[in-house]
């Protein structure tokens, strides 16, 4: 079974930091999915990678797929306080159609 | 408006009485799919379906069970819910399987199970 591991699990950071988010899965897949999910609400998509060296950029974040690594990163440049979500990773196993979500990452943005 | 919506969206049962939680997208989206969501576990799928008739396990169907009729709507059955089945739920949908494209998720329907 595929299996996704999200790091680090919570993340408090200062308003105008830089910090990553990083995505490990552990067998080969074609497609890797980025959500954000505010408290109580339901997940919004933000970033779908297919290929390897994939970089997709929207505002102050950017998602990049290795998956020679089998790993994929979110990365957070200046974050502000609006930034503050959960922040998932979604693998589909390369050939299957059933998808794999991390745990999660719980940002924080600290003004 | 293109939405994916779920009813109801808050339910507290007893341990045993058969429920239906209704997903409906009006897309004409093929692919959807239904989700729970625990603290400390993420999102794990329960069931899919990647088109009218044709529907397959995800990570943890045991409990439950679905149908796809139609291209729109794509219920969730519990028929004796237990406990452990306490969750939030969340369906979605997307265009196709295996593109490019992401899936759009429902608000989310709170059960709990007494």
């Known amino acids: 079974e595929l299996k996704v591991e999200q790091n680090p699990l919570f993340l408090s950071m200062q308003e105008g930091k830089n910090y990553t988010i990083y995505c490990n899965y552990s067998t080969t897949s074609d497609r890797l999915y980025w959500y954000r999910q505010d408290p109580g609400k339901s997940l919004e998509s933000l970033f779908v990678?297919?290929?390897?060296?994939a970089v997709k950029q929207e505002g102050r974040l950017m998602a990049s797929l290795d998956t020679k690594a089998r790993l994929s990163t979110l990365h957070i440049t200046a974050a502000v306080h609006d930034l503050s979500a959960t922040y998932f990773c979604?693998?589909?196993?390369?050939?299957?159609?059933?998808?794999?979500f991390g745990t999660g990452t719980r940002l924080t943005v600290i003004p | 408006e293109a939405q994916v919506t779920q009813n109801p969206r808050y339910l507290i049962t007893v341990t045993g009485k058969k429920l239906t939680v209704t997903c409906s997208q009006n897309m004409n989206h093929e692919y959807m799919s239904w989700y729970r969501q625990d603290p400390g576990l993420g999102l794990r799928q329960i069931y899919y379906s990647m088109n009218v008739e044709v529907t397959d396990k995800g990570d943890v169907p045991e409990g439950y069970k679905v149908s796809r009729k139609e291209k729109r709507n794509f219920p969730l059955i519990l028929e004796s819910p237990s406990p452990n089945q306490t969750s939030l739920y969340f369906c979605?949908?997307?265009?196709?399987?295996?593109?490019?494209?992401?899936?759009?998720f429902g608000p989310g329907t709170r059960l709990t199970v007494t």
């Open positions: 979604a693998v589909v196993e390369t050939g299957a159609n059933n998808l794999f």
């Open positions: 979605a949908s997307s265009p196709r399987t295996g593109s490019r494209y992401e899936q759009y």
């Open positions: 990678l297919l290929s390897n060296g």
